[in-house]
């Protein structure tokens, strides 16, 4: 599938991390999202029900970042999936979670993690947290 929407430069302040003082005072994450969908449908009938509204993915990332802290920055680039592929028309996604003030000892340009997951791991993964 080559058609896709991608929104960049998403900044969320949240409190992910290992370290205390991550999880007090919190830093800003800023995400970048592709996802990989049929775009024919919504442009030969201009109707935005047949796509996935930018807008409501944003917020729906948005959310998703901003919530419940967690320690590594892949387990919220694989929440970011979840919630991409949530969207009926989504098959595939890559997230970038961009961790620009990380606490890394030497000077850096910033720190991130890409995943690419598709719509057969979000039911795989969904099917292994029924058995848990």
């Known amino acids: 599938m080559t058609d896709s929407i991608t929104l960049?430069?998403?900044?969320?302040?949240?409190?992910?991390g290992v370290f205390d003082f991550e999880r007090e005072q919190g830093q800003?994450?800023?995400?970048d999202?592709?996802?990989w969908l049929d775009l024919g449908p919504a442009a030969s009938g201009?109707?935005?029900a047949e796509t996935v509204h930018?807008?409501?993915?944003?917020e729906a990332v948005h959310a998703a970042?901003?919530?419940d802290p967690v320690d590594l920055i892949e387990t919220v680039a694989e929440r970011v999936a979840r919630v991409a592929l949530s969207f009926a028309?989504?098959?595939r996604v890559r997230a970038t979670v961009h961790k620009p003030d990380a606490p890394i000892p030497v000077p850096f340009g910033d720190v991130a993690v890409t995943i690419e997951r598709d719509r057969a791991w979000?039911?795989?993964a969904d099917e292994g947290e029924a058995r848990a």
């Open 8 to 16: 960049t430069g998403l900044a969320v302040r949240a409190n992910h």
């Open 28 to 31: 800003t994450f800023v995400i």
């Open 33 to 35: 999202v592709t996802v």
């Open 46 to 48: 201009d109707a935005l």
């Open 54 to 58: 930018y807008g409501e993915l944003a």
């Open 65 to 67: 970042v901003a919530s």
């Open 89 to 91: 028309a989504v098959k």
């Open 122 to 124: 979000a039911q795989l």
